[in-house]
Each structure stands twice: as structure tokens, then as C-alpha cells.
């Protein structure tokens, strides 16, 4: 598994834009292959989805229709970092977001095996 910091929630009015961080430190093992990062959100009473993925090696990415246009997730190799550019943010987008990590297929939840800790999203209308 591989540790998770996420940095970079917070308030904001609606419209405005917010860049979420995701610190990815390595195992006291030999180095992780992570093949996919995500950025999952969740409200309470519900279940948590997936927002975007991103291949950590080839940089290929996937943003669920709501926040396409909106939202762009991206990485910085060299620094382990995996970033969550949102724009026009709406009050629906008002969740708990999360980094994850996982070896296999973004498209199943449960192929992600690490998770940070969660950040706060409030976006005020």
C-alpha cells in the first residue's frame, strides 16, 4: 500500500475554482506499481464515486460527464503528486474528497487499496 495525503479543500462560493493535492509517499517495501490514481467524493448517506482517474504511467484519464469541462486531474511524476484542478464549481460538488491508489482497473472501487484521509469541498450558492 502506499500513503495518501490530501492538502487543499476548503470554502468557497460558487463559480470559483479549488486545486486539490494528493501526496503520494512509498512503502517501507520495494517501490509500489500504482497503475491507477482516483479522486472519489462522497456526501453523507452516500455512497462514494468516482470523480476521475488518471494512469500513473501513461498519464491517461477519465472524468465522470458531471465534472467533465469542469474538473481535470493530473500528475506531477517526479513529485509523486496527483492534483484535482476544479473550476465553476457548483453546490452539488459540497463533499468529502478522496485520493486513492490502487494496481488495477479505476472502473471497480474496490481495486483501490490505499486512501488518504480526506478533504472538505463546500461550495456556498
Known amino acids: 500500500q502506499v500513503r495518501l495525503v490530501e492538502s487543499g479543500g476548503g470554502l468557497v462560493q460558487a463559480g470559483n475554482s479549488l486545486r486539490l493535492s494528493c501526496a503520494a509517499s512509498?512503502?517501507?517495501?520495494?517501490?509500489?506499481?500504482?497503475?491507477?490514481m482516483g479522486w472519489f467524493r462522497q456526501t453523507p448517506g452516500k455512497d462514494r464515486d468516482l470523480v476521475a482517474a488518471?494512469?500513473?504511467?501513461?498519464?491517461?484519464?477519465y472524468h465522470v460527464d458531471s465534472v467533465k469541462g469542469r474538473f481535470t486531474i493530473s500528475r506531477d511524476y517526479a513529485k509523486n503528486t496527483l492534483y484535482l484542478e476544479m473550476n465553476n464549481l457548483r453546490s452539488e460538488d459540497t463533499a468529502v474528497y478522496y485520493c486513492?491508489?490502487?494496481?488495477?482497473?479505476?472502473?471497480?472501487?474496490?481495486?483501490?487499496?490505499?486512501w488518504g484521509q480526506g478533504t472538505q469541498v463546500t461550495v456556498s450558492s
Open positions: 486513492a491508489a490502487g494496481a488495477r482497473d479505476y472502473r471497480k472501487i474496490s481495486n483501490f487499496d490505499s
Open positions: 488518471l494512469s500513473w504511467n501513461s498519464g491517461a484519464t
Open positions: 512509498e512503502g517501507t517495501n520495494s517501490r509500489p506499481t500504482l497503475m491507477w
